[in-house]
C-alpha cells in the first residue's frame, strides 16, 4: 500500500510532470507509488520504525515522492541523459536514499523519529547542606 497518495506526489513533482513519466496510466501511478513506498519502508524498518500512511511528515512524503518520480521516469527511456543513461530524478534519488541510508544506520534523525527525551533530574532543596553551621560532612 502506498504511503503517499497521488495528490500529494502530484503537488510535490508537478502534476504534469508525473502524468507524462506514467503517460497519466493510472497502474504505471500506482505501481510507481507502491514501489517508492516499500523502497521508504525498508530503510524505516532498518531503523526499527513503521511508516504509516496519513501520518508521514512533510520531509517524508518529499521523499516518497522523489522515488516515485525515479521509478516512474526509469521506465521512460526518452527521460534518460545519454551520456550517463540516468534519469532526470537521478540525483534528487540519490540524495535522498543516502539520508534514508544515514537514518536507518542511525547517524541521524529524520523527522517521523520520536524526539528523545533526556533523563529526569529531581534536584531536592540543600537543606542546610551548604551551611557550615548545619553540615555533618567534615569540613
Request: avoid cysteine; proline fraction near 5%.
Amino acid at each position: 500500500m502506498a504511503l503517499i497518495t497521488q495528490a500529494q506526489w502530484e503537488a510535490r513533482m508537478r502534476a504534469e510532470r508525473v502524468a507524462d513519466a506514467t503517460a497519466s496510466v493510472l497502474a504505471a501511478q500506482t505501481a510507481a507509488l507502491d514501489d517508492a513506498s516499500d523502497y521508504v519502508q525498508e530503510f524505516a524498518t532498518a531503523a526499527g520504525v513503521t511508516l504509516v500512511a496519513g501520518s508521514l511528515t512533510n520531509a517524508m512524503v518529499r521523499r516518497v515522492a522523489v522515488v516515485a518520480s525515479y521509478f516512474a521516469a526509469d521506465g521512460v527511456p526518452e527521460y534518460r541523459d545519454p551520456g550517463t543513461g540516468n534519469n532526470p530524478y537521478h540525483a534528487r534519488f540519490r540524495a535522498v536514499t543516502a539520508e534514508l541510508k544515514e537514518w536507518a544506520d542511525r547517524l541521524q534523525p529524520i523527522s517521523t523519529d520520536t524526539p528523545a527525551e533526556g533523563p529526569v533530574v529531581l534536584s531536592d532543596d540543600a537543606r542546610g547542606w551548604d551551611d557550615p553551621t548545619t553540615s555533618t560532612t567534615d569540613a
